[in-house]
């Protein structure tokens, strides 16, 4: 007799079929026939992948972020971060900047610092306009900073002077005679010189975005552009030059931009002699006086 195992008896007697223990009357059988066998353990595998494809669509059909339901690792951080990045794109807004009073070239630097890492500026020169691109709130900062900076143009009251400056065994006290006073205490004696001889210069009243030529003394005179006064009270002098003639010829010994502090005396030592024992000095402050320029106002 062949050996039947009780599973393969089981599925037998489930389906109908005979065994070796239960015999059909007029049927012969010897145990298990090979059809039978075929069909228990094809039946056996499909019970089993049933209940695996069952219990794969029980895990599937449960909804997102249900209990039981384990999500691959990173998959929230991922998704957080997809839809992070799709919110900076859609927030970025373009704008387009006029400006009314003041050019606009001068204002690249008070907004380029207060974009975001994602924030772009450029310049239309022709139009005087500030291309912007960056979130909406980044305008929050940019929008009074604008508005401050376009203010209509005021007058500007310079003062400027030129010095010749000398090493000197005199007591400081007679080193001072003749300069102004505000002067005077700009100089502090800090420099590697003590004493100072006045060349020439004085006040000059200007406006924001004036040229500027003048003379210093009989030799020597100074050129620039006035810029435009910032909310922190900054001025910025274009192209400040300093030059010297001699006959009909002119000799720059002096070019750069200067960044004044309204009422506070800047120094610049503008050239010296290989020795250093001697050189020449220009000092430089202004005052707002928040008005419109006159159209009287000469260059």
């Not at 400056?165 to 001072?176: D, L």
């Not at 006045?198 to 020597?220: A, F, I, M, T």
């Amino acid at each position: 007799m062949a050996y039947q195992s009780p599973c393969v008896m089981r599925l037998a007697e489930l389906f109908g079929m005979p065994t070796a223990s239960r015999r059909v009357p007029g049927r012969r059988w010897s145990g298990t026939p090979l059809a039978s066998l075929v069909a228990a353990v094809v039946l056996s595998v499909f019970v089993i992948d049933r209940d695996s494809l069952n219990a794969l669509e029980s895990s599937q059909a449960e909804p997102a972020g249900q209990p039981g339901s384990p999500k691959p690792a990173g998959a929230d951080a991922l998704q957080a971060g997809e839809l992070a990045g799709q919110s900076v794109l859609e927030t970025l807004v373009l704008n387009a900047h006029k400006l009314e009073n003041q050019p606009a070239r001068e204002a690249l630097p008070l907004v380029e610092p207060l974009l975001s890492s994602r924030g772009t500026v450029s310049l239309q020169k022709e139009t005087n306009t500030l291309i912007i691109r960056d979130h909406p709130s980044v305008w929050q900062r940019l929008g009074p900073v604008l508005a401050d900076f376009d203010h209509p143009k005021r007058t500007i009251d310079l003062r400027i002077y030129l010095l010749r400056a000398t090493r000197s065994s005199r007591p400081p006290e007679e080193n001072a005679v003749g300069l102004p006073a505000e002067l005077v205490d700009a100089l502090g004696y800090f420099l590697q010189f003590t004493s100072y001889e006045l060349l020439g210069g004085g006040p000059r009243e200007s406006g924001e975005g004036r040229e500027v030529d003048v003379p210093l003394g009989p030799r020597h005179g100074v050129r620039f552009q006035v810029g435009t006064v910032l909310m922190d009270r900054f001025l910025r002098l274009h192209g400040f030059e300093v030059f010297r003639r001699d006959g009909g010829l002119e000799r720059r010994i002096f070019h750069s931009s200067l960044n004044l502090k309204e009422q506070k005396m800047q120094v610049v030592v503008v050239s010296q002699d290989k020795s250093s024992e001697s050189g020449l000095v220009v000092a430089v402050s202004f005052d707002d006086n928040v008005g419109e320029v006159s159209s009287e106002l000469g260059e």
